[in-house]
């Protein structure tokens, strides 16, 4: 339902994107692995309006995105957990979880409340703290909630491991799943192969702009390349 | 750095020289010479502060405490002290770039815009309520008069007389001034320290990898930069040799400079020299419109804010490279 | 000196204190959610000035209700300037400065057009309130503490819409993260325009409290405008809570200074104090508590 | 190359408009021309408009046959004015440009400001014009003719010195403590003064005179020109409790609001204000809370001077607009030199500035003569200062008792 076709983009006098294709098909995990730079954040926010592509196509369930700014695309679907959070950090995690529907009918507010927390129950005791001065992993709990009050259909996910502790990525993990299982259409970015491809259906493996592999995620993670090339350099690395 | 110069800086110069040589053997009367010569103290004034202001980046808003400072301290040493305005034009400049080092190391420590253009503006109204309530020394707002001209200067047989009045004497001395110190700022925005006001200005983390101590290089350019303004003022001083504290620290002066830098070219070593001419001029020509000035004043200012940010001096540099398909990437941060 | 001279000095000092925290706080809202420092704010006090001038004396119309519709003149004005002058700007290099230039020009724009279209006459507007409380030997007349009154209840009413309305969470919102605003959906554009307009009826409340013992001159805006930079960075740049407290703590310390030295160096002890703060405290006194 | 000549050409275009600016003459179909230099526009814009008023009906009535003439044949006269904008480094502008595209005769400036004619004064020596200043009235100018009267021998000032308030108001009280009017108490005075050289000359001239009899100056707070809250200050003054507390001011704003709240601090030293009840607007506004005020100087008076009512009506037909002090003061500088010119039988520059030397001639405020600092004199020969005092709705003079229309209440 979500597709990207041949998105161009600049930053000044840089091009960041190469003609960039990706789809996210209903109910679908989808990842972006892709090294440091390689452009992943860049996807998504062009795909969010939040970067404005100078070349190529957004299109959600076939129509055009190009006109609908950043603020009306969650009015037709979409969300996005950006990434490190990025709360309100001075307002309460109720405050940053209501104004997730912002863009929705103020009507239905108390009912995407409850269908979230039935989500993440664990917000429920911290919905008069101050955001900012929860941990990470609750952080990342309160942006996964203010993205879901948006009732996306596809949600633009970040980033959504960075800086969480083994156990914590577990949790998020999960949440996804459950998401998922929802009904919510995920398309999230992340650096560690093994990670992305476990998780998600698909994925696209990005690089210098360009995506040079995609397929399901199994596919990916038994690719020669992705192989050598990343689960190599990760395991190397720990050893 | 030929974003600031323009290309061959040197010719421009040249040129610039060769024109007010011909200025002088013109039949102007006493009125367009008067004119001519406060442009170029203003010029002056504008080159010093263009200096902070769009060379490094540094949005200040109070350069006119540092002419207020220059004109009435070498006036008050000329004036009480019996000195030769000669030697209390440097005096002048000197305790104004002593003045952009006490007010510089706050504002450099912090850096964040509001707080440069804010506590800049303060410091210059300080600067004018003081010489305001000093009135022993300075008569206040009644006017500080009887500051000396520049002693005379004798070739031979012909003397020649500057102040007010003396209108060919003061433009030709005001001119070398000007001269004087665009030509010291040429060859330092060419030599290496010019070049570290560029690499500031144009990206301070990269600067800061090269090693550059950007503290110590910023203050003296602030320090500078008064100095200079302190200079234009002390000249001004001794050519209209009567001060009041509004006329020379209030903010019709900010708002006249800024006006000149913004029409003329922020950040361009040219600027200065067009927007101060322009401005001036053209004001005078439109003296029959009375009310109507400083009317236009704002609209010209908000009009070459949208239009031709970069002023007259970045005209036609932007549409030749344009042409050539280079994308813009000039200017600097803004906090 | 005596008790009750001393409570009148507070007085004073809270009264002027009051003016300087309206005129501070609708600066601090603006360059918290915007980033914007708005040079033209001192103008939006004069033409409240004028605007209510002209409906109270000119039309004779009742005090209350020329103040009404002169506060939604005035925020509509200050809606206009942010959507004609500042908007278009914010998407350029190097806005920042651009934005001061502009205002700055805007500012002598509107004041050489005040004098055109008003003249330089200064004017004045009768007194709302009459009476005088007196209290032992402490002489207040009800018109000056209405200032201060209202101008709580101003504050207060404003604080009322940030904290605890969905305009006032939006505009939070876009304070504390502008990018992470706009993907919930929040439009800036809006938000801005409204944030200006409520500065601006901050400013203009100023102007109203403020004609009856001031008067109204195409220039009254500059000197209000240097005391309300003065009070935001006081209170920590963007801060509305800070701008407030610094607002009077300003009035109090010129009251004192007024009692102490003559008159004229007021100013010169306010503007000391600002920069003397910065070299000890960068961030403010109340630095780290934004919108 | 293209890149950068632009600026130059563009300097060389506006060279060539000054000039073309510069060169432009004006047609002389009169036989005298004389530039008047005041503040036309900025704050001060208003008595500037007066000045102009002023002088263009004494002008239009002396080309209009009008005039009281001293020869036979009065010549025709050319008004040419020019803004100062309150600067001094304008009026000097303006002066150069009356002197070199107007090719004025007499240069009559600044009409208001001190500082402006401090600086304008140099511009007699230097283009060998006659200038005489207007409404200025600081003793500064007049010290600087005396520091080098050779050099100034073509500047006159149409106005008395500061010290003429000064010996106004110490002769006044003088008088009322000696008949009881006011109560001399433990001598102490204070001053709220405008912040300008005319406030605060003003001051010093009062409390010099007053520090002689053995006063006390208790406080001199001095105020930005147009502030209305004295609020800070009265309470200050309060404290000090002075027997006598002099205001000065120009704007009739910062008058009004001053006595107001004078009234609501109900402070008990006698007041006396200075300057600003000549204003129109302060009688409008202030009657009730100004009532039993002293001021002074009451110089012009249509209400209860037949000859001010008179040439009230000539300015209301004129401009329509009432005629006030400054439009009276105007209107006689401008006679004053008219005269001078007259006399002179030409151009000539000294013989004009010693025709101005010599005049001894009654106008609307008072005889103009002229002393050894080439200023206007003042004193009941001359121009009189009176004190008056608001009573009911009206200002009458108590003194000098010998011009008094009433009696002190």
Redesign the interface.
């Known amino acids: 339902m979500l597709r990207l076709e041949g998105i161009d983009v600049h930053y000044?006098?840089t091009q960041v994107l190469w003609s960039v294709d990706m789809r996210v098909a209903e109910g679908e995990i989808v990842a972006i692995m892709g090294p440091n730079g390689s452009g992943k954040s860049t996807v998504l926010k062009a795909a969010m309006g939040l970067k404005a592509p100078s070349g190529g196509r957004v299109l959600l369930d076939g129509r055009e995105m190009q006109d609908a700014s950043a603020t009306e695309r969650p009015r037709h679907g979409m969300a996005i957990v950006l990434e490190r959070r990025r709360l309100f950090p001075r307002m309460s995690v109720h405050e940053n979880i209501v104004l997730g529907a912002y863009a929705r009918p103020a009507r239905e507010t108390k009912g995407s409340l409850e269908w979230v927390l039935g989500l993440l129950p664990d917000l429920r005791e911290h919905l008069d703290a101050t955001a900012g001065k929860l941990s990470g992993g609750q952080q990342q709990m309160v942006a996964i909630a203010r993205g879901l009050m948006a009732r996306p259909r596809v949600l633009l996910m970040d980033e959504p491991f960075l800086g969480l502790s083994p156990a914590m990525v577990k949790t998020v993990s999960a949440i996804m799943r459950t998401i998922n299982g929802e009904g919510v259409a995920i398309l999230f970015n992340e650096q560690d192969a093994k990670l992305s491809f476990a998780l998600s259906h698909r994925g696209y493996l990005l690089e210098s702009g360009r995506v040079i592999l995609s397929g399901s995620g199994q596919e990916m993670l038994d690719h020669p390349e992705v192989k050598r090339v990343y689960l190599g350099v990760r395991e190397e690395a720990a050893r | 750095m030929t974003e600031i110069l323009?290309?061959?800086?040197a010719?421009?110069f040249l040129?610039?020289v060769g024109?007010f040589l011909l200025?002088l053997v013109?039949p102007?009367?006493?009125?367009?010479l008067?004119?001519?010569t406060?442009s170029l103290i203003f010029a002056i004034f504008a080159s010093g502060w263009n200096l902070t202001l769009g060379i490094l980046g540094l949005?200040t808003?109070g350069h006119h405490a540092f002419f207020a400072i220059g004109a009435y301290l070498s006036a008050i040493a000329a004036f009480y002290g019996g000195v030769s305005p000669w030697l209390t034009i440097w005096v002048g400049a000197v305790l104004a770039a002593l003045a952009g080092l006490l007010?510089g190391?706050?504002?450099l420590?912090?850096r964040?815009?509001?707080?440069v253009?804010?506590?800049t503006?303060?410091?210059a109204?300080?600067v004018r309520?003081?010489f305001?309530?000093l009135?022993d020394i300075t008569?206040?707002?009644?006017?500080f008069?009887?500051i000396p001209p520049f002693d005379p200067v004798s070739f031979g047989e012909t003397t020649i007389r500057f102040g007010?009045?003396n209108?060919w004497g003061s433009f030709i001395l005001v001119g070398l001034f000007f001269f004087a110190v665009q030509g010291g700022l040429l060859l330092l925005l060419r030599s290496r320290p010019g070049l570290t006001f560029a690499a500031i200005r144009d990206s301070e983390a990269a600067a800061e990898s090269l090693g550059i101590n950007f503290g110590a290089w910023k203050l003296a350019a602030f320090a500078l930069s008064a100095g200079i303004v302190g200079l234009s003022g002390a000249i001004y001083a001794h050519y209209?040799?009567?001060l009041?504290p509004?006329?020379v620290a209030g903010?019709e002066m900010l708002?006249t400079l800024?006006?000149i830098i913004?029409v003329g070219g922020?950040g361009r070593f040219?600027g200065p020299?067009?927007g101060a001419?322009?401005l001036t001029?053209?004001l005078?020509?439109l003296?029959e419109f009375?009310?109507?000035?400083?009317?236009l004043?704002?609209?010209?200012?908000?009009g070459f804010?949208?239009v031709a940010?970069q002023g007259?001096?970045g005209?036609?540099?932007d549409r030749?490279r344009r042409r050539r398909g280079h994308?813009?990437?000039?200017?600097?941060s803004?906090? | 000196m005596t008790a009750p001279l001393f409570l009148e000095m507070a007085i004073n000092g809270l009264i002027s204190g009051s003016i300087y925290a309206l005129v501070g706080s609708g600066i601090a809202l603006v360059?918290g959610t915007t980033r914007v420092?708005n040079f033209a704010h001192g103008e939006l006090l004069m033409i409240a000035g004028y605007l209510v001038l002209f409906f109270a004396v000119t039309l004779g119309w009742n005090v209350l209700l020329a103040s009404v519709v002169t506060l939604a003149l005035v925020g509509s004005i200050g809606a206009a300037i942010q959507r004609i002058?500042i908007a278009?700007?914010l998407a350029?290099?190097?806005?920042?400065?651009?934005v001061?230039?502009?205002t700055?020009?805007?500012?002598?724009?509107?004041?050489?057009?005040a004098?055109?279209v008003w003249g330089e006459q200064f004017r004045t507007l009768p007194y709302f309130f009459d009476g005088v409380v007196s209290l032992g030997g402490l002489r207040m007349p009800v018109q000056r503490l209405s200032i201060l009154v209202i101008a709580l209840l101003l504050m207060g009413l404003c604080a009322l819409v940030l904290y605890r309305t969905s305009l006032g969470r939006i505009v939070r919102a876009t304070a504390q993260d502008a990018e992470a605003a706009l993907a919930v959906g929040i439009p800036a554009g809006l938000v801005h325009t409204s944030v200006f307009a409520i500065s601006a009826v901050l400013a203009g409340a100023g102007a109203i409290l403020l004609s009856p013992i001031l008067t109204v001159n195409p220039w009254m805006g500059?000197s209000f405008l240097?005391k309300g930079?003065?009070v935001?960075?006081l209170g920590g740049?963007g801060s509305f809570g800070g701008a407030v407290a610094a607002g009077f703590l300003l009035g109090l310390i010129e009251a004192a200074s007024v009692m102490v030295l003559p008159t004229?160096?007021r100013?010169?002890v306010a503007?000391?104090f600002?920069?003397a703060v910065?070299?000890v405290r960068?961030n403010g006194l109340f630095a780290g508590r934004e919108a | 190359m293209?890149?950068?000549?632009?600026?130059?050409v563009?300097?060389?275009r506006?060279?060539a408009?000054?000039?073309l600016?510069?060169?432009a003459g004006t047609a002389q179909a009169q036989d005298v021309s004389i530039g008047v230099i005041g503040p036309?526009?900025g704050p001060a814009?208003n008595t500037g408009t007066a000045h102009r008023e002023g002088m263009e009906l004494a002008v239009k009535e002396w080309n209009e046959g009008a005039g009281d003439y001293v020869s036979d044949e009065p010549p025709q006269v050319e008004l040419v004015v020019e803004?100062s904008n309150s600067?001094?480094?304008v009026a000097?502008?303006a002066a150069?440009?009356l002197?070199?595209?107007s090719d004025v005769d007499m240069i009559i400036g600044d009409t208001l400001h001190?500082?402006?004619t401090?600086?304008l004064m140099?511009?007699a020596p230097?283009?060998g014009v006659p200038i005489l200043s207007a409404e200025p009235v600081?003793s500064?100018i007049a010290d600087?003719v005396l520091s080098d009267p050779e050099r100034y021998a073509l500047y006159y000032k149409g106005n008395y010195n500061s010290d003429g308030y000064g010996k106004a108001v110490h002769g006044f009280y003088s008088w009322a403590f000696e008949n009881d009017v006011v109560p001399e108490g433990d001598k102490t005075i204070a001053f709220v003064v405008e912040?300008?050289?005319y406030g605060?000359?003003n001051a010093e001239k009062i409390g010099e005179l007053f520090e002689a009899d053995g006063w006390t100056v208790a406080a001199t707070e001095t105020t930005p020109t147009g502030t209305t809250d004295f609020y800070p200050q009265l309470s200050k003054l309060r404290g000090l409790d002075p027997d006598i507390l002099v205001s000065v001011f120009t704007l009739a704003n910062s008058g009004i609001s001053f006595v107001r709240q004078l009234d609501e601090q109900a402070l008990e030293a006698s007041h006396m204000a200075i300057f600003y009840p000549t204003r129109p607007e302060f009688m409008e506004q202030a009657p009730d809370i100004a009532d039993g005020m002293f001021w002074a100087a009451l110089q012009f008076s249509p209400e209860i001077t037949p000859e001010h009512q008179a040439f009230n009506d000539r300015i209301e037909a004129e401009f329509g607009v009432s005629a006030n002090y400054s439009h009276a003061h105007a209107y006689c500088t401008m006679v004053v030199a008219l005269r001078a010119i007259d006399a002179a039988g030409g151009t000539d520059a000294d013989a004009i500035a010693s025709e101005i030397g010599g005049t001894d001639y009654d106008c609307l405020v008072g005889k103009y003569a002229f002393g050894e600092d080439n200023t206007v004199q003042s004193g009941p020969d001359f121009i009189p200062v009176p004190v008056a005092q608001v009573q009911g709705d009206a200002s009458q003079i108590i003194w000098p008792e010998n011009v008094a229309t009433a009696e002190p209440q």
């Open positions: 000044g006098a | 323009g290309r061959r800086p010719l421009s040129i610039c024109l200025t013109l102007l009367n006493d009125y367009v008067h004119i001519l406060l949005k808003l007010i190391l706050p504002i420590r912090i964040s815009m509001p707080h253009a804010i506590v503006l303060a410091f109204e300080i309520l003081i305001s309530n009135k008569r206040g707002e009644l006017g008069w009887g007010l009045g209108a209209v040799m009567i009041t509004t006329s903010p708002i800024l006006a913004i922020a040219f020299l067009y001419l322009l001029g053209s005078e020509l003296r009375g009310d109507y000035r400083m009317l004043y704002g609209a010209l200012v908000i804010v949208f940010p007259i001096a005209l036609k540099f030749l994308g813009t990437n000039e200017s600097s803004s906090a | 360059y420092l002058t278009p700007l350029r290099e190097d806005w920042a400065f651009r001061i230039a502009a700055i020009g805007l500012s002598i724009f509107l004041q050489s057009g004098q055109i500059v240097l930079f003065a935001v960075i740049l004229e160096w100013d010169v503007f000391t600002l920069i910065i070299w960068p | 293209a890149t950068y000549t632009k600026g130059p563009a300097a060389r506006i060279l408009l000054m000039l600016a510069g060169t036309m526009t814009a803004d600067k001094p480094e000097i502008g150069q440009r002197m070199t595209r001190s500082h402006v401090l600086a140099e511009m230097q283009y600081s500064a600087k912040d300008t050289d605060i000359a």
